[in-house]
């Protein structure tokens, strides 16, 4: 636990902060988890982890309002800096950084960061290239304003993760890209911040998304692999928990694009509407190592 956690909600600052933070010499590493904050265990997960590979940890707090759409919900999206702060701060993290939006979008502000082609798959069909836009502008300047040496982000957002690892590959960013493990609840529901908005009885259909990806794992593992009939055996499953999937795509993890046989490291991703909230879920077949068993209790130690 860290009890002297200094908030910071100036760039300057949290330059100066990290400046003396990295020591005299400039030789301690830093690691960075961006967040919007609703801190749960898959946050903390991602906490824990730069706190072991990192001398300082810096979290960033900041509700992008760029990654929202037209009706989506930036305005009911959960606000709980006390404690969230609190939480960061028993989990490891030396600085939190918690800008308000006209620090990190100031008056005249007209740089936009596209990442072509990943955008245009998978969660930008319903969501929009611009809300990859969004996500890959915030986390450009969050590098440049802490220039860690490692970035922590969740294999929940997948397409999130790729778009990240594209942009510092592309721009050339010194920035080691750290992807981490979905952390899930008992009953195998992915956490989100958004579980929330969730009432009983949609949060018991909920898992209807794990046990779709339970099902392409166990077809997988049982030797099929033409991609249509997995997906297939998945929006059945899907459909047995009375949910109309977004989408379910079994897809290249790096490119997105559809692949044709399971030979390789499949994506498989999938969105849906539970009652009116957004989830999304995934998870990596990999015929080299096995490592596509989605066990939840397994998932949950791990993170």
């Known amino acids: 636990m860290n009890s002297d956690l200094t908030t910071i909600r100036t760039v300057a600052d949290l330059r100066r902060a990290v400046a003396r933070a990295r020591g005299p010499a400039g030789d301690r590493t830093v690691g960075l988890v961006p967040t919007m904050g609703a801190l749960h265990e898959g946050h903390l997960s991602l906490i824990r982890r730069a706190r072991d590979e990192s001398d300082v940890v810096v979290m960033s707090l900041f509700v992008n309002p760029t990654q929202f759409g037209p009706g989506e919900d930036l305005e009911r999206y959960p606000r709980e800096e006390a404690r969230d702060a609190e939480l960061a701060g028993a989990a490891g993290v030396d600085i939190l950084f918690a800008p308000d939006p006209e620090t990190v ?22 969501r929009g290239a611009d809300h990859f836009d969004g996500v890959a502008t915030v986390v450009t300047k969050l590098l440049n304003m802490v220039g860690p040496d490692a970035a922590y982000f969740g294999q929940k957002d997948a397409q999130q993760a790729a778009v990240v690892a594209r942009l510092v590959r592309d721009l050339d ?19 989100s911040s958004r579980n929330v908005y969730l009432d009983p009885e949609d949060r018991a259909r909920a898992v209807g998304l794990s046990r779709a990806l339970e099902a392409a794992v166990t077809a997988a593992g049982s030797g099929e692999r033409d991609p249509r009939t997995v997906g297939a055996l998945a929006r059945r499953e ?9 989408y ?54 791990a993170g």
């Open 238 to 246: 899907l459909a047995s928990w009375a949910i109309d999937p977004e």
């Open 173 to 191: 960013i010194p920035v080691r890209i750290v992807v981490c493990p979905i952390v899930r609840e008992d009953d195998g529901l992915a956490m």
């Open 248 to 301: 379910v795509e079994l897809v290249s993890p790096d490119t997105l694009e559809p692949v044709d046989d399971l030979d390789r490291r499949v994506l498989v991703a999938v969105a849906a509407r539970v009652g009116g909230t957004r989830l999304i879920d995934n998870v990596i077949l990999d015929p080299s190592s096995r490592r596509d068993e989605l066990n939840p209790e397994e998932a949950r130690r």
């Open 105 to 126: 979008y100031p008056a005249g502000f007209a740089t936009t960061v596209r990442v072509a082609g990943l955008d245009e798959r998978l969660c930008a069909v319903e």
